[in-house]
């Protein structure tokens, strides 16, 4: 193997976000025990989804699987007033939140701009959980737009009350082609504060960023229906380098290595960290020396949901 130096990007893996909610559900575990009824995937990550099956975990696509007196988590990508309305209606013995307090600020931002009588742009893409979630707080007042010919087609009521808000796992880098030309159609259009932008996307763009600098080749470590996962290849590819979106080490070709000395190994906000250190094993074992590299240390932590803060 040609591979001499492989160079593990910092910060990479869990956010704040996506700790609070498999968390939420291993404490939820512990203090209920299973059967366990989680609103879609947890998070988006096939790993951390198939173990907490094993574990008598069931991932339901609506509130009408879950048994009437059911124990119900709510997703980190946040629901619709409608889900929470139903599971209501179904009399489920628990209901627990633990979406994402930075999806939860969009919600509420959608909530207030509504009542406002604003028209609603919301960048991202449609059928993401999320996106599903936030444009549920106004249906009627919401249009989503995921590129910029999308938003040079979008019309509105009314031009002059407008306003843009975006997913969160979208970068800033992601948003400001489609946001300049929304403002160019929109001149008084209400932009979205910058804390919007989850801070763990932006922090692994960049970081992926520095590395492509370093290396010849960036292995992504996540899976394929994670859109911030997506996003670090996107972000590689954009600078030339090769990027590959695997779940683990079992989906390297090597095929991708040929005539590589330097490889890069990052991974999206929803992937296990022990995946990286078995990727970065993989070719410790095989005589590459393993460095890291990054400049920004996250400390973001967000609190549990009441019903399981106290369990052990």
């Known amino acids: 193997m040609s591979v001499k130096k492989v160079i593990v990007a910092q910060p990479r893996g869990f956010c704040a976000g996506v700790e609070m909610a498999v968390e939420t559900v291993e404490r939820a575990l512990k203090k209920y025990g299973p059967p366990l009824y989680v609103f879609h995937e947890i998070v988006h990550n096939r790993h951390v989804v198939e173990d907490f099956i094993h574990r008598g975990v069931t991932f339901v696509q609506s509130v009408d699987q879950v048994p009437i007196g059911g124990k119900l988590i709510f997703s980190a990508h946040g629901v619709a007033p ?119 996307t932006q922090n ?24 911030n996962s997506n996003q670090l290849c996107r972000v590689a590819r954009s600078r030339g380098i090769p990027a590959y979106l695997i779940n683990d080490i079992r989906e390297i070709n090597s095929a991708w290595l040929e005539g590589v000395e330097r490889v890069g190994i990052t991974s999206g906000a929803s992937a296990p960290d022990r995946l990286v250190w078995e990727a970065a094993d993989f070719f410790r074992q095989r005589g590459a020396e393993v460095t890291t590299t990054g400049f920004v240390e996250e400390n973001v932590h967000f609190a549990l949901p009441a019903e399981v803060a106290n369990a052990p």
């Open 82 to 200: 409608r889900v929470w309305q139903r599971a209501r209606e179904r009399g489920l013995e628990v209901v627990i939140d633990a979406t994402c307090p930075l999806v939860e600020k969009v919600h509420r931002e959608v909530r207030r701009f509504a009542a406002q009588g604003y028209w609603i742009i919301l960048v991202g893409h449609e059928e993401h959980d999320e996106i599903v979630g936030t444009s549920g707080e106004a249906p009627e007042r919401i249009q989503i737009v995921a590129n910029v010919e999308e938003a040079e087609k979008v019309r509105v009521p009314d031009p002059e009350k407008v306003v843009v808000l975006t997913q969160t796992t979208l970068s800033v880098d992601d948003t400001r082609e489609i946001i300049e030309v929304l403002k160019r159609k929109f001149p008084k259009m209400i932009t979205p504060p910058k804390e919007d932008i989850c801070y763990a």
């Open 204 to 227: 692994r763009q960049d970081a992926v960023k520095q590395l492509a600098r370093e290396v010849g080749l960036v292995l992504v470590i996540g899976s394929p229906n994670s859109e």
